[in-house]
């Protein structure tokens, strides 16, 4: 278990469809598309910096994507 002091802000994930899509639909919404890792995955960050409408709005964009 994790005491308050030790968490992560990034999280690494292996994107269903071409990483070109996601930087797309995120530059387009003002949002960065993460690090590109290893050719096929995305790290990305969040931090206080960020509202709760902000991270809402990026899942929604992500989850709005053509996964065909």
Do not use: C, H, Q, W
């Amino acid at each position: 278990m994790y005491d308050d002091d030790n968490f992560f802000n990034e999280f690494v994930v292996r994107p269903l469809v071409k990483i070109s899509s996601i930087e797309k639909i995120l530059a387009k919404n003002g949002m960065s598309s993460g690090v590109i890792v290893n050719g096929k995955n995305l790290m990305f960050a969040v931090t206080e910096k960020r509202t709760k409408e902000e991270i809402e709005k990026f899942a929604n964009l992500l989850g709005g994507l053509d996964y065909e």
